[in-house]
């Protein structure tokens, strides 16, 4: 089982309307929780980094919250454009050895339609 | 901006060949990471490298070996490529004990 989970897998929103994607994790303890974008045929971009002590954070139209007591982040798209579309990936750093290791959900992929 | 450069976007191989992905990156960065990305999988780690000759599994190495001779370059090898190994493949890297991760545009590889 997945140890970062994401939903929905696949969502379809109309060019402007706001939409939210969830992530539940259950991997302990973390680093920090990250959510990327990742555009068709390219590697993932970093949105935002939280801490388990940050509630949210955002950038730009991009807001993420993290509820650490209940292991649970989600991502709000304010005022979607088109180029939004994208899979939006939740991504936990734990400890690992001597370092740290990203475990990345499943991914949500969003389609933004005019 | 941290540039990660992964050599191919699209790469075909028969059955049984020996496969080459190449990456480099140029901002100096320690560590490096070769993850596969499969739909509905995520991305999950191959290997890792936290400096020149250092290489450790992931989570799926078998199949695969790496190699890191200098600190810019990390090279994922196949050494007799099979259908299951289908799949993007993504590199990564990072300055160690900080948390900025750049990942290259990913290879995808089809095995046939």
């Known amino acids: 089982k997945n140890q970062v989970e994401q939903s929905p897998q696949s969502l379809i929103i109309l060019e402007g309307k706001n939409c939210t994607l969830q992530?539940?994790?259950?991997?302990?303890?973390?680093?920090?929780l990250r959510w990327y974008k990742q555009d068709t045929g390219r590697g993932p971009v970093s949105l935002t980094i939280m801490t388990f002590s940050e509630n949210t954070k955002s950038n730009g139209r991009y807001t993420a919250t993290l509820d650490a007591d209940t292991k649970q982040s989600s991502l709000h798209i304010t005022a979607s454009q088109l180029s939004d579309s994208a899979s939006y990936i939740c991504v936990v750093k734990v400890p690992r050895g001597a370092g740290n290791m990203l475990t990345f959900g499943g991914g949500t992929r969003l389609m933004v339609k005019p | 901006d941290v540039k990660v450069t992964q050599s191919s976007r699209y790469l075909v191989k028969r059955t049984g060949e020996k496969v080459f992905l190449e990456c480099v990156q140029d901002?100096?960065?320690?560590?490096m990471f070769w993850y596969r990305q499969d739909p509905g999988l995520g991305l999950r780690l191959i290997y890792f490298s936290y400096d020149v000759k250092m290489k450790e599994k992931g989570d799926i190495p078998e199949g695969y070996s790496v190699s890191r001779e200098k600190k810019e370059r990390f090279s994922l090898i196949l050494e007799s490529a099979s259908t299951n190994q289908t799949s993007m493949y993504l590199c990564?890297?990072?300055?160690?004990?900080?948390?900025?991760?750049?990942f290259g545009s990913g290879t995808r590889l089809t095995v046939v």
């Open positions: 901002m100096d960065h320690e560590n």
């Open positions: 990564a890297s990072s300055v160690g004990g900080r948390d900025g991760y750049t």
């Open positions: 992530c539940n994790y259950t991997v302990s303890p973390f680093s920090n």
